[in-house]
């Protein structure tokens, strides 16, 4: 064996370990299925084991602060769980979503030793970070969100809809990972002005990626209206039956938003640059 595969198997191990580490407690916590627990795991090990441990910080930065916003006023938001398809228990689809595309990025940086593929990497988290951010902080609002399209006023909870606290959650959430992202490029770098314009660059897109998915999320994202209740809801099934599509395309829920949204933006870094 190689000294480099044996290298590879012990960086894989240690990043098994790292990643049990902190899905285990959220799992215990109900943050995470027992797929999305699995999930994760795989993807923090491929993120440490072909990345760095700065590409796995970046990493934990979005799980551990979603999964703390997802619990801040958890009762205030179980209301809106009625209407959203997305819970805060989160499942292997949901991680999926918000983590494949940063791996990938780090299987392409690993082969092409590319800056611009860090910076993608970080693009995809500060997406992922800043929508999760608006979701959580944004429901809290104590005025009606309004649908990013149209501009008129929607229910809380549904996908396309945004607010002034949502905006603002989105953009501190994008900037968060961009400060991450200007310390690390600047460690492995050793290049300043790269760095600082790596964290604009990633601010920018980050938040510009949450706008993406609202405008994803006001379009084609499906929705449906309980004939019950006459209520609109992103649910298929709600507990009323079957629910009527009155929007968007059928096969199209949250999380392909969520991917497509973050696919999109990370492409984005190798068209400014």
């Known amino acids: 064996m190689y000294r480099g595969d044996r290298l590879i198997i012990i960086n ?7 990643s049990l580490v ?9 943050s995470l299925t027992i797929s999305g627990a699995v ?7 491929i993120i440490y084991s072909f990345g760095s441990i700065y590409h ?6 979005f799980f551990i602060s979603s999964s703390v916003l997802t619990k801040f006023k958890e009762k205030s938001k179980e ?4 209407v959203n398809d997305k819970t805060g228990k989160r499942d292997y689809t949901q991680v999926l979503a918000n983590g494949v595309i940063g791996a990938i990025f780090v299987l392409l940086e690993y082969v092409n030793k590319s800056p611009e593929f860090f910076l993608a990497f970080s693009v995809s988290f500060a997406v992922s970070t800043a929508d999760t951010w608006a ?3 944004g429901v809290l609002s104590k005025k ?3 649908r990013i399209i149209t501009f008129k006023p929607v229910p809380k909870g549904i996908s396309g809809g945004i607010s002034s606290l949502g905006l603002f959650a989105s953009f501190l959430g994008a900037a968060f990972i961009s400060v991450l992202t200007f310390g690390f490029s600047f460690i492995i770098y050793k290049d300043l002005v790269m760095s600082m314009y790596f964290m604009l660059i990633c601010m920018i897109l980050g938040f510009l ?10 379009t084609v994202q499906a929705q449906y209206l309980d004939n019950q209740t006459n209520n609109l809801t992103e649910k298929k099934i709600t507990q009323n039956g079957n629910a009527q599509l009155v929007r968007g395309i059928r096969i199209v829920d949250n999380n392909m938003v969520n991917f497509l949204s973050n696919l999109i933006t990370s492409i984005l870094v190798f068209i400014v640059l």
């Open 12 to 18: 894989i191990v240690i990043g098994i370990i790292l």
């Open 22 to 30: 902190i899905v285990y407690p959220a799992y215990k916590k109900d």
């Open 39 to 45: 999930t994760a795991v795989i993807l923090g090990s």
């Open 56 to 61: 796995f910080i970046i990493l934990v930065s």
């Open 79 to 82: 209301a809106f769980e009625k």
């Open 135 to 137: 979701s959580e902080i």
């Open 144 to 146: 009606n969100p309004v």
């Open 209 to 218: 990626g949450s706008i993406i998915d609202s405008v994803l999320g006001a």
